[in-house]
């Protein structure tokens, strides 16, 4: 199955780009221009992984990180930013990101983060899973 | 804060923000080419729907960023030049339209558009040009900030010996009774006063419209 991600970026050509260049690559991509948009849409899908730009108009990239991380805290998150400073890193990984990327970004590096807080994510979900059964087993003494 | 700070600071602001929006061009380049490349390697082992036009669409979007590259670092390098003198003539339109240009993103990211008005005249006047700047962007930041606004219309009217900068909201059905209260309290009012008085300018509220104007000469 593909990996589905959301990219949020107001950049609109940057995003369609972007977006073409992970098609190409088996990745399933849903596009939003918007920090706004981008929570709804989380909200609404599951995503595998979310890349979110930190320059957004209203609801920033951190705060949308933040609202996010909220109803879906198993999402991993990419911060992706063309403003990266130390302290926007710093910030994003203290609210949860599980990366930072510089635009522009190496498209094989991020495929390759991809790939990992992709794994991560499953990884996190199987030791949930695994941990309800043992909860279930143990309630009834099996 | 001395007014060489405050100049430095607007320095920085503006030229963050320029520079922000290079950064992006040339990300939306460098993806562009790296998509073309995809397209080229996918061409020679798989036949791609539709390839010449996606070539065609990729051109398209390469020369349309590196137009609006030139654009961002020409109108950088003229406001970089501001303060090689300490007075100088300017063409009042000109400087407007060109600082826009530069400090769109910063409007955009609070949803606010800014449009400057068509001159119908030449509006030149010699004085010093980096406050005059400072002006005209603190004047922009007081209405958004102040006000929940999507669109500020900047004119310029030249009349007799004075120009009138007015920075007005462009829903004119809104109505704004403390206008002049909430402008008064504003912290980038005084600002825009003290620099005012620098350069020997007036600025002020049009009684009865949301407009502030700054009287040039």
Redesign the interface.
């Known amino acids: 199955m593909k990996i589905n991600i959301l990219i949020a970026d107001d950049e609109k050509e940057f995003n369609e780009t972007l977006s073409q260049r992970l098609e190409v690559r088996d990745i399933s991509v849903t596009s939003v221009y918007s920090g706004k948009s981008a929570v709804a849409m989380a909200e609404k899908i599951d995503f595998d992984v979310i890349i979110l730009d930190v320059l957004m108009p209203e609801v920033t990239g951190l705060d949308a990180l933040k609202k996010i991380k909220n109803t879906k805290p198993l999402t991993p998150i990419i911060m992706l930013t063309g403003a990266a400073t130390v302290e926007n890193a710093i910030q994003g990984m203290k609210l949860g990101a599980f990366d930072f990327l510089m635009k522009p970004a190496d498209i094989e590096l991020l495929m390759e983060k991809i790939h990992t807080a992709h794994q991560f994510k499953q990884a996190h979900e199987e030791r949930i899973r695994k941990a309800e059964i043992e909860n279930i087993l143990q309630t009834h003494g099996w | 804060m001395e007014t060489s700070n405050k100049k430095a600071m607007f320095f920085g602001k503006v030229t ?1 923000s320029v520079t ?1 929006e290079i ?2 061009v ?3 380049i ?3 080419s ?2 073309m490349e ?2 080229i390697l ?1 061409h020679k082992t798989n036949q791609v729907p539709d390839f010449d036009s996606k070539l065609d669409k990729c051109l398209e ?1 390469l020369k ?2 590196a137009y609006r590259g030139v654009s961002l670092t020409s109108n950088l390098n003229g406001f970089a030049h501001t303060p090689d003198n300490i007075q100088s003539a300017i063409d009042i339109c000109e400087t407007t339209k060109k600082l826009i240009s530069i400090t769109d993103r910063l409007f ?4 606010v558009s800014v449009e400057v008005c068509e001159c119908t005249a030449s509006c030149s006047i010699t004085t010093d040009p980096v406050i005059f700047q400072m002006i005209l962007f603190s004047c922009i930041e007081c209405m958004i900030d102040t006000f929940q606004i999507q669109q500020l219309m900047v004119n310029i009217h030249p009349k007799e010996n004075t120009i009138g900068i007015c920075f007005s909201i462009g829903d004119e059905n809104f109505q704004y009774p403390d206008f002049k209260e909430k402008i008064m309290q504003s912290s980038h009012w005084s600002k825009i006063t003290d620099l005012c008085e620098q350069i020997n300018f007036t600025a002020g509220m049009t009684p009865g419209s949301p407009k502030i104007f700054i009287l040039v000469g």
């Not at chain 2, 955009?108 to 949803?111: D, G, I, W």
């Open positions: 963050a922000h950064q992006n040339l990300a939306i460098k993806e562009t790296g998509l995809d397209f996918m979007t349309k960023q955009k990211q609070k949803n």
